[in-house]
């Protein structure tokens, strides 16, 4: 197919779709070989596995567990496990592909894959869950391992499912092998600072980007949408430094003070109620719509994809939406976004910082040496300021907006890389 028919079309609106939309632009900006693009906008390995879970109610229930690999060519395929509803092959094949280009564009020597079940982890016991890590990851045992394919936490896991993955891969090899996972508990060899690295990269893009606009983060007001491990420590590391947070969200709503919210009260809240911040009392209850329409310096979605669309992008007051969640604005919100002169931070760049603290914790654990949090802290932000950088120059030389600088610079470092190990082997 000639690289003219990838240009951007609104007919390409499922994630892969647009996944491939966003590869077809950088392509063409790059002069790319088709060969490699064709290559490069499908996934390498996709796995499914049947994984029988015993309920604790004696029932046998039957999941699909899968993982996505989209692209090993700079190293071991890297990317998060997400237990949600909404989980599908073809979202799990787009957030693959994300991976390739976020671990490339920030330099760590990475693939892209993502994996995932479609449950609602609060509907099943802790027990029940560890059963279903358990036989997923025995499940996958051929197809994860530190020189091949590292999962860590995403929507709806954290450091335990992590542990459990560890622990399972571990047992069945017949010895310890922390690498296999990162987000995993410090006590098995994980990482100071992962669990706030990507608010601290969200913070650390959104002050880079204020800063180009003579701005900073004193006073600056900014509204999130999710409140779970990426939004609830962007919020914490924003409001530390200065920040104005009028309004956070999860699914129970949005919640909204003119003034400021107390983020610390409503970590204790979110803590006592199981993750909730649902009855919060000291701010307007109002809903996730009306959290992205707020008048405010910086959105934050942190969520979920499609958040901003081509329904609701005109009526985002912020000048900078930084992509704390893997594609949060579709294809028509974006341009609508652009058309309007709103500054988006793309997924790629914006959440980078989650993944680059997994590389730290994955070479902490190959070299058995373990590093302090400043440490851990200071390298990652040596990385994202020079990834931002990069983007940000090379959006304004091009005059392109920094999606495509970023999707440029990402995609660029894959494709020489696959040409210099071979097209055809
Ligand atoms: N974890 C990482 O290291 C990492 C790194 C880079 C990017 N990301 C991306 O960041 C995003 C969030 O991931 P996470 O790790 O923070 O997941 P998480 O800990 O599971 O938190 C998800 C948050 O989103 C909220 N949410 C879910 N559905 C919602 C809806 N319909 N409306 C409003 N809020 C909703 C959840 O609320 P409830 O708690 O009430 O369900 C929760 O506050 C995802 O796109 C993920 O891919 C994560
Ligand atoms: N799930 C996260 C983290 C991936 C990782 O650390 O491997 C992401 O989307 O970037």
Redesign the pocket.
């Known amino acids: 197919m000639p690289l003219t028919q990838l240009a951007p079309s609104p007919a390409y609106i499922c994630p892969h779709d647009r996944a491939c939309t966003y590869l077809g632009q950088a392509a063409l900006a790059l002069d790319m070989d088709p060969n490699i693009l064709r290559i490069l906008e499908q996934p390498r390995k996709v796995v499914t596995v049947s994984i029988p879970v015993l309920l604790d109610n004696g029932e046998v229930q039957v999941l699909a567990g899968h993982r996505v690999q989209h692209c090993d060519v700079l190293g071991p395929y890297k990317g998060?496990t997400?237990y949600h509803p909404a989980v599908t092959l073809q979202e799990l094949s787009a957030?693959a592909m994300l991976m390739t280009w976020k671990c490339a564009l920030v330099g760590i020597p990475y693939g892209g894959a993502k994996g995932g079940i479609a449950i609602d982890p609060r509907l099943y016991s802790v027990r029940e869950l560890e059963r279903i890590t358990r036989r997923y990851t025995s499940e996958l045992i051929k197809d994860i391992g530190p020189a091949i394919d590292i999962p860590?936490?995403?929507?709806?896991t954290s450091s335990q499912e992590m542990a459990w993955m560890m622990d399972t891969y571990s047992m069945n090899v017949g010895h310890a092998v922390p690498g296999v996972v990162t987000?995993k508990p410090i006590s098995i060899g994980g990482s100071k600072g992962r669990a706030m690295?990507?608010g601290r990269g969200v913070m650390i893009t959104v002050r880079e980007a204020l800063a180009e606009r003579g701005q900073t983060l004193s006073q600056t007001r900014i509204a999130i949408?999710?409140?779970?491990?990426?939004?609830a420590a962007a919020a914490a590391l924003l409001h530390e430094a200065g920040a104005k947070i009028i309004a956070v969200?999860?699914?129970?709503g949005a919640f909204f003070a003119e003034n400021g919210l107390d983020i610390p009260a409503l970590e204790g809240y979110a803590r006592e109620n199981k993750?909730?911040l649902a009855g919060f009392p000291d701010a307007e209850l109002i809903t996730?719509g009306e959290l992205l329409a707020l008048p405010c310096d910086v959105l934050i979605p942190?969520?979920?994809?499609d958040q901003i669309t081509e329904e609701n992008a005109d009526q985002v007051q912020a000048q900078i939406v930084a992509e704390?969640?893997?594609a949060?604005v579709t294809l028509m919100g974006d341009r609508l976004l652009e058309a309007r002169g709103v500054t988006v931070l793309p997924d790629i760049l914006a959440?980078a910082g989650?993944?680059v603290v997994s590389y730290l914790e994955w070479v902490q654990g190959q070299s058995y040496v373990f590093w302090d949090e400043e440490r851990v802290n200071r390298e990652m932000e040596g990385l994202m300021v020079q990834a931002y950088q990069r983007v940000s120059e090379l959006a304004q030389n091009r005059q392109i907006p920094l999606r495509q600088a970023a999707y440029m610079l990402g995609v660029g470092r894959v494709a020489e890389a696959l040409g210099d190990r071979g097209l055809y082997p």
Do not use: C, H, Y
Not at 152 to 156: L, N
Not at 225 to 231: A, I, L, M
């Open positions: 998060g997400r957030l860590a936490p995403d929507i709806g987000g690295a990507t949408q999710g409140f779970g491990k990426v939004g969200s999860d699914v129970s993750g909730s996730n942190a969520a979920l994809e704390a969640a893997n949060p959440n989650g993944v």
